[in-house]
């Protein structure tokens, strides 16, 4: 009983840097552009944060401070992708090898690894915390309770507002967006701006609020993971974050298994996000809407003076 | 106000990897008027338009309008200057509603009242503004319809809808008739002609020169980037129009009767159901002969586009049986089975279905004979081989605007890719050749050489068969005619075929399929 009252207390921690990489991934990619940096700039995020943690002592500017960096890391992508219109593959691997580097060179010269840092006291929701079983899934850092808030926004903005039809016109259509006089590369640069901004404050929730220390390439192919739950979410933000509690279910199992003395080989264990990643994918491409709500000009860069 | 030109433009060149798409062309149009732009497919008409609309910068030049010297930075710039472009190539986005997609080109603002309170309550007002609009117009639209499910007539309405709410009062339409029925066609510039009265300018791309006679005040001829001379339509003959925009006397055809032989393909009752749930195709039955050409005419959406895709072997799931004389059911036919049983197929949608725009003008002749070996085996290419007969047959089927092979097809012009599409599939002496709205968008010259070519495979004892929309096109060819409606053949006529009897059984069958339209195969980028 208490196992499983402690596993579902700690899901939503794992949960959340899912749900907020997702969120930002989807931004970008219903834009049209299509974001495989997520790993490296969840790194630079995590990086930021600790960072800033370590010289300002601030849990909100430290947050700040990571979507900050991951923003203006990004615009590197930006400048690959929407200016000099290099495959969006391409540079998305390239800006994960880049940030993965990068972030282990600065947290030695700095020697900001391994340095513990203070969390972030946990919020209670009285009286929801006082359920038996379900109580502890109500006593989080202050992150978590705005995790839903802020896909409830993102959810907002794409349906409900012009500019968020837009958006998605500059994901489907391009040409249809442009000639509609709508700024196609205005709207990419700010999806990946902001959808990076959004991948940043996963990663600092990771170092700052989760692990609270900062260890290189600690991310841990938690980016890839996001990448594939955009995928099986069908760029859906609600989706997204039920997939995200299901992958947070999973990986919170694994150290509950430990603590009841279950022996499992630890490489098994470490294997098991990226199995059941492989395991969705092929369901979702084996289901009958496997191309389905994909923006339709996902990874497609735009040129506007092209005859068809 | 009259005698105000509304837009000019002077001296405009403009190219495309270094071929001169418009050189030196002038252009002016005042308020009022209906001002056609006439000429050949790849005369640069769609070019210089997409200048005046802000899409493509022009190298030089100048844009005047109201005669005030502009630099339009992009289509935005334009629709703030009352320019809006209804495109030959529809740029809508196709899972959004009409109403979502209308919203989209509309410009922001306070002054605009209709356009506050929350998105959804803007969208409210939004649709009702449609209908309105629409009934202005003398049609109508449901603006919560999902674009991709509409027919190609009703998504050039939602065009036009687009630009007119957006305030455009220079409204420049890009062969706005091509895709339409006669009545449709009709009416459409019977409205664009109102709205002009009322003291807009109306630019009407186009290669018709009925159009142009019964509706333009007056037309500019362009030919090969420049524009030839303005005119007024009225005061000067068919024959001249055409001797002006090809450059030389436009070759006709003289029709030659049919000596049909055995039945070829037997159709039997095809039945389908359509996005909106009703019988897209309701049991269609026909036989086709060796040696004649059988045309299919009807108002757009009564079933032709979900018979052409069964016909060519396109995905659309329906019931019924395609007999082919000596191989069986030709529904069971793989892609690779119907070119051994040279079967030639020309969809209507050329850059979506019939080419890969991303592949080379050369590649794109070749792929119907890769599997075929000739053009190597598994682990070679002759390349060189390909190269010599793609260039035979670019030449040999007057592809213009070919600087290299190894350019991407989808830089060729409608007229010029369709051509491409011909070359292919005629390279292989075809004994079935099936062909859906061959001449949209083309030229007079383009379209006379489509239909010699149809007419040389039904000397060659080819079954042709020709789905259109135009049915000045199908009556020009078929030596029988097949009227559909409501998703069946409804009446077969014997050529020559009463024009007014067609007319009327194209109408009789489909007062309520007409209202609401099947879903159209083809698609627009």
Known sequence: MDMIANWLGNTPDFAVPFALAALGLILTERAGVLALGAEGLMLVGALAAIGAQLAYGSHGVSLLLAMGAAAVVSLLFALMVLVLRINQVIAGLALVFFCQGLTGLLGTLLEWTNKPVKGLAAVELW??????L??????QNPLVFMTPLIVL????????????????????NPQAADAAGISVLGYRLAAILVGAALIGLAGGYISLLSTKLWIADMTGGRGWIAVALVIFARWSPWKALAGALLFGCIEALIPQLAAAGVRLPQYFVLMTPYAV???????????????????????IPFIREERR | MSNLNAIQLSGVSKSFDGFMALSQADFTARWGEVHALLGENGAGKSSLMNIAAGLYAPESGSLLINDNAVRLSGPRDASRYHIGMVHQ???????????????????????????SGSHRQRLAALEQRISDKAAELGFSIDPRKITESLSVAEQQRVEILKVLLAGARILILDEPTAVLTDGEA???????????????????????????????????????GRTIQ????????????????????APASEYQPAIPGEVRLQVRNLRSKGASGHGALNGVTLNLRAGEIYGIAGVGGNGQSELANVLMGLPEPCDGTLELTGFGDLRRASAEQRRELRIAAIPADRYGAALAGELSVAENFGVGQVHSGRYGSFFRLRRKRLEAEAAEAVAGFDVQGVRSLKQKAALLSGGNAQKLVIAREFSRDPQLVLVHSPSRGLDVRATAAVHARLYAAREAGAA????????????????????????????????????????SAMVSHDEQDHAEPVAEGASHE
Do not use: C, Y
């Open chain 2, 230 to 249: 303005t005119l007024d339509p009225q005061t000067v003959s068919v024959p001249e129009l055409v001797r002006l925009t090809v450059g030389e006397s």
């Open chain 2, 186 to 224: 009709e009416r459409l510039l019977e409205t664009v002609r109102a709205f002009a009265r009322q003291g807009a300018a109306v630019i009407l791309v186009t290669h018709k020169m009925s159009d142009v006679k019964r509706f333009a005040d007056r037309v500019t001829v362009m030919r090969g």
């Open chain 1, 277 to 299: 990643t492989l395991a969705v994918m092929i369901w979702v491409a084996s289901g009958r809407h496997a191309t389905g709500n994909q923006p339709g000009a996902l990874g």
């Open chain 2, 464 to 503: 042709v068969l020709v789905i259109s929309e135009d049915l000045d096109e199908v009556l020009a060819l078929a030596d029988r005619i097949g009227v559909m409606s409501g998703g069946r053949i409804v009446a077969e006529f014997d050529r020559p075929a009463d024009r007014q009897a067609i007319g």
């Open chain 1, 153 to 172: 926004a993102v959810v907002w903005f794409l349906t409900r507002t012009t500019t968020g039809l837009r958006l998605r016109a500059v994901g489907e």
């Open chain 1, 127 to 132: 009286p929801l915390s006082e359920l038996p």
């Open chain 2, 89 to 115: 190539h529809f740029k809508l986005v196709k899972p959004f509603t009409v109403a979502e997609n209308i919203q989209l080109a509309l410009p922001e603002g306070p002054g605009n009242h209709a356009f």
């Open chain 1, 134 to 139: 379900l109580g502890k899934l109500f006593v």
